[in-house]
């Protein structure tokens, strides 16, 4: 059964903001399903945690991983769903592979849809509330972040239509809205689209080498913000009676949505400002 405080579900939950997530709600006296692929190192032990294996890829997967709940929580609910895991795609998309391209959208965007539908019956139960961890590249695009932009933006589209689809059983939908954040999905990322690069043909990546080392110059200055932030979000949005629709994870994020609604074409100048863009012509 679960414990009286509620119980919750965390997708992601192996490392970065879903570890870190799922320890400060077992904290706050609730039980906690955490969903990794694998290894679960980091929420190993910690008291109130119940792990599960889930790969959000997966329907089939998703659907066994719900009924185990079910049984575990004896029709109590769910409190809240967190859908936290995700990765990062990067690079022209000229020369993203195909399979990436792909993995990035069942991870983020697919994902979330499968666990959604599967676990509504839990959530329903529980009178709880769906909560979709996003980015600032939904809705401010940066060259050489489209997939992952792309993605968010479209995991947002699913969200806010799912609010009104959810309105008559008062389920919320909310967004959490992390920054860059020091994680390992960064490294992970970076790692990814080197080795696509290294697998491209030389021809086509030498015209965006230019791009890239402006791009990784620009980024290296950007700060970063622990994944505590990101979790302290999540946490108000499972215990608030009434959650808001969006909750930002730091002071970047609530500028970023200002640029947001700028003119899209002082937007577009500024962002390749920013990741000095601006100044770079095309080789000969």
Same mark, same amino acid.
């Given at each position: 059964?679960?414990?009286?405080?509620?119980?919750?579900?965390?997708?992601?939950?192996?490392?970065?903001?879903?570890?870190?997530?799922?320890?400060?709600?077992?904290?706050?006296?609730?039980?906690?399903?955490?969903?990794?692929?694998?290894?679960?190192?980091?929420?190993?032990?910690?008291?109130?945690?119940?792990?599960?294996?889930?790969?959000?890829?997966?329907?089939?997967?998703?659907?066994?991983?719900?009924?185990?709940?079910?049984?575990?929580?004896?029709?109590?609910?769910?409190?809240?769903?967190?859908?936290?895991?995700?990765?990062?795609?990067?690079?022209?998309?000229?020369?993203?592979?195909?399979?990436?391209?792909?993995?990035?959208?069942?991870?983020?965007?697919?994902?979330?849809?499968?666990?959604?539908?599967?676990?509504?019956?839990?959530?329903?139960?529980?009178?709880?509330?769906?909560?979709?961890?996003?980015?600032?590249?939904?809705?401010?695009?940066?060259?050489? @972040?489209?997939?992952?932009? !792309?993605?968010? *933006? &479209?995991?947002?589209? +699913?969200? =806010? #239509?799912?609010? /009104?689809?959810? $309105?008559?059983?008062?389920?919320?939908?909310?967004?959490?809205?992390?920054?860059?954040?020091?994680? @390992?999905?960064?490294?992970? !990322?970076?790692? *990814? &689209?080197?080795?696509? +690069?290294? =697998? #491209?043909?030389? /021809?086509?990546? $030498?015209?965006?080498?230019?791009?890239?080392?402006?791009?990784?110059?620009?980024?290296?200055?950007?700060?970063?913000?622990?994944?505590?932030?990101? *979790? &302290?979000?999540?946490?108000?949005?499972?215990?608030?009676?009434?959650?808001?629709?969006?909750?930002?994870?730091?002071?970047?994020?609530?500028?970023?949505?200002?640029?947001?609604?700028?003119?899209?074409?002082?937007?577009?100048?500024?962002?390749?400002?920013?990741?000095?863009?601006?100044?770079?012509?095309?080789?000969?």
């Amino acid at each position: 059964m679960a414990d009286t405080k509620g119980a919750v579900l965390v997708t992601g939950a192996n490392g970065g903001i879903g570890a870190v997530a799922v320890r400060a709600l077992a904290d706050r006296g609730m039980t906690v399903f955490a969903t990794v692929r694998g290894d679960a190192s980091a929420i190993a032990g910690v008291k109130g945690v119940r792990v599960v294996e889930m790969d959000v890829t997966d329907p089939a997967g998703v659907a066994l991983a719900a009924k185990k709940v079910a049984h575990d929580t004896g029709g109590a609910g769910l409190r809240a769903v967190v859908n936290n895991a995700g990765v990062i795609v990067q690079g022209p998309l000229e020369l993203v592979p195909p399979d990436e391209l792909r993995r990035q959208f069942e991870v983020n965007t697919f994902g979330p849809a499968y666990v959604t539908q599967a676990f509504l019956p839990l959530l329903r139960a529980g009178r709880g509330r769906v909560i979709n961890v996003s980015a600032p590249t939904a809705w401010v695009p940066v060259p050489f @972040l489209g997939p992952i932009g !792309a993605s968010k *933006a &479209a995991l947002e589209s +699913l969200s =806010d #239509a799912l609010r /009104g689809e959810l $309105a008559v059983w008062r389920i919320p939908v909310v967004l959490i809205e992390p920054g860059t954040t020091k994680t @390992l999905i960064f490294a992970k !990322a970076e790692a *990814a &689209a080197r080795a696509a +690069l290294n =697998d #491209a043909d030389p /021809g086509r990546v $030498a015209l965006y080498g230019p791009h890239l080392a402006a791009v990784e110059k620009a980024s290296a200055n950007q700060r970063s913000s622990p994944p505590e932030k990101a *979790a &302290a979000a999540i946490v108000k949005a499972v215990e608030a009676r009434r959650p808001r629709r969006w909750y930002p994870a730091s002071g970047d994020v609530r500028m970023l949505r200002l640029v947001s609604h700028l003119p899209a074409r002082l937007r577009e100048a500024l962002i390749a400002r920013t990741f000095g863009l601006s100044t770079i012509e095309a080789p000969a």
